[in-house]
């Protein structure tokens, strides 16, 4: 089903991964790409369950678009341990303004195919996405 916005379809295997990741944890983050000759979102990279944000934050290229989805451990304030599953939109300044106008006019129908994302982040360069930043969004 296209997204009449931007004329983006979402791939089965988006919405799978992510129930795979939320029910059973076999994923610490999933990486998205929309291939814009196929006009769909589709999977590009998997994080292993032991894979640490900054995996993440490898896969993200520095100068295109991506759908992220990471699922965040921390321990509260009282030590136990909590789990939150974000979804990241990055666009970096440097990647094309094209680019930027397709990932933005697909996420918020793209988000809305992925039920269970609890908290959203929008980063434009890694500091908007260290882990700190996790930290202080997931309490």
Not at 3 to 21: P, R, T
Not at 87 to 102: E, G, H, L, N
Request: glycine residues 2%; negative net charge; charged residues 30%.
């Amino acid at each position: 089903m296209a997204n009449a916005a931007s004329g983006m379809a979402v791939h089965d295997d988006c919405k799978l991964k992510f129930m795979e990741l939320k029910t059973k944890r076999t994923y610490r983050f999933i990486v998205y790409k929309i291939e814009e000759q196929q006009k769909q979102v589709v999977v590009e990279k998997i994080g292993e369950p032991a894979d640490t944000h900054e995996a993440l934050a490898a896969c993200l290229p520095a100068d295109e678009c991506r759908y992220a989805v990471f699922d965040f451990d921390f321990l509260t304030a009282e030590d136990v341990p909590k789990s939150r599953i974000f979804f990241v939109a990055w666009s970096p300044d440097t990647a094309k303004v094209r680019s930027k106008m397709i990932y933005a006019s697909s996420k918020d129908r793209f988000k809305r195919e992925l039920d269970g994302i609890q908290i959203e982040l929008q980063a434009t360069d890694p500091t908007e996405m260290d882990l700190d930043v996790f930290k202080s969004r997931a309490t």
